[in-house]
């Protein structure tokens, strides 16, 4: 299996994570503040403004999985609500 990954090199961590963010529906300003949160919590808080093309296998899989943790919610008769899921990290 190849080890390719579905990142754009050129963003950073912070950037990758924010935009997955928002395209479930976040306003912008949350999804930076989540963002920030979430790289914390998975250890990546010192390197989020790095390049993910200069990251580790390990480190994109790290931001790779943040940025799966974006889950589409369905209410019936409410249509679907698109939030992102992000450990709760205490400020």
Do not use: K, N, Q
């Given at each position: 299996m190849p080890?390719?990954?579905?990142?754009?090199p050129e963003l950073t961590a912070l950037q990758f994570?924010?935009?997955?963010?928002?395209?479930c529906g976040l306003p912008r300003a949350e999804a930076i503040a989540r963002s920030h949160q979430v790289l914390h919590y998975v250890g990546l808080g010192?390197?989020?403004?790095?390049?993910?093309?200069?990251?580790?296998t390990g480190m994109r899989q790290r931001v790779t999985g943040v940025g799966g943790e974006l889950?589409?919610?369905?209410?019936?008769?409410?249509?679907?609500?698109?939030?992102?899921?992000?450990?709760?990290?205490?400020?």
């Open positions: 080890e390719g990954d579905s990142v754009l994570t924010t935009l997955a963010a928002e395209l010192e390197a989020r403004y790095r390049r993910l093309g200069s990251f580790s889950a589409v919610e369905s209410s019936p008769g409410e249509g679907t609500a698109i939030s992102a899921i992000v450990p709760a990290v205490p400020a």
